[in-house]
């Protein structure tokens, strides 16, 4: 069974420009979740999306977004980028619902953002 | 709001021997779920173990054991028989429920560097 792929590997931008940041969840997952975990800092939570819709989401700026597609694969945007977004952005799937232990959350193996 | 904390920042623990990772968390939620991650230096958050609040008995899988120690709020992951390959950064993790959905976001630790010395 396929675990949660994420493309690009690594990814290099200039201040300002716009990133797209792709989640394939293992099959039959329906959520995503994406976190940010900036050099020498834990991972901070960004999104979650189930069904499509976005259900909560961390403490970040709204140039922070994404999507979710009706084959459950999503995309993390970030607008105007900053410096301080370079960092590993990891993506996550797991069933919304089940029985306790199986909403365990499995990364994928993450994109590495670098903003000059 | 939940807090995970890990106060080991790095360890250095001869191969064949077990090691314990602290970890210690604070919530007001009566149901929620425990986890360790492994990550490598490549990046990917490997899931090791998991326990749940109401589970009795502490979690095992394989060489990996969690020592859950409800009333005294700590989640410690015991690795026995280490070995070189187990050189990586460790982070525990708790799940946060709120509202009808069960899984929402998970709250990690700052993790602890292991390192297994030949």
């Known amino acids: 069974e396929a675990g949660v792929t994420q493309s690009p590997t690594h990814l290099i931008k200039t201040r300002g420009q716009q990133a797209t940041l792709r989640c394939s969840p293992i099959?039959?997952?329906?959520?995503v979740y994406w976190y940010q975990q900036a050099l020498g800092l834990g991972l901070q939570f960004l999104l979650w999306y189930d069904e499509g819709e976005e259900r909560n989401r961390g403490n970040f700026p709204p140039r922070f977004s994404g999507r979710q597609f009706p084959n459950y694969s999503s995309e993390l945007n970030v607008n105007a980028l900053e410096l301080e977004d370079s960092a590993l952005y990891l993506c996550a799937s797991s069933w919304a619902w089940g029985l306790a232990g199986e909403e365990t959350q499995y990364f994928g193996p993450g994109t590495r953002l670098l903003v000059l | 709001a939940q807090k995970i904390t890990q106060t080991q920042p790095g360890m250095f623990v001869q191969e064949k021997e077990a090691v314990t990772l602290d970890c210690t968390y604070d919530t007001s939620d009566q149901s929620y779920g425990l986890f360790w991650y492994k990550q490598p230096s490549s990046g990917e958050m490997i899931f090791l173990i998991y326990q749940g609040s109401y589970d009795e008995q502490n979690a095992t899988e394989g060489r990996y054991s969690l020592n859950f120690q409800k009333a005294r709020k700590s989640a410690n992951l015991v690795i026995s028989a280490s070995q070189l390959g187990d050189s990586a950064m460790y982070f525990c993790?708790?799940?946060?429920?709120?509202?009808?959905?069960?899984?929402?976001?998970?709250?990690f630790g700052t993790g602890t560097r292991l390192t297994i010395i030949p």
């Open positions: 099959s039959g997952h329906t959520s």
């Open positions: 993790a708790m799940r946060e429920v709120l509202g009808d959905f069960g899984n929402e976001k998970l709250t």
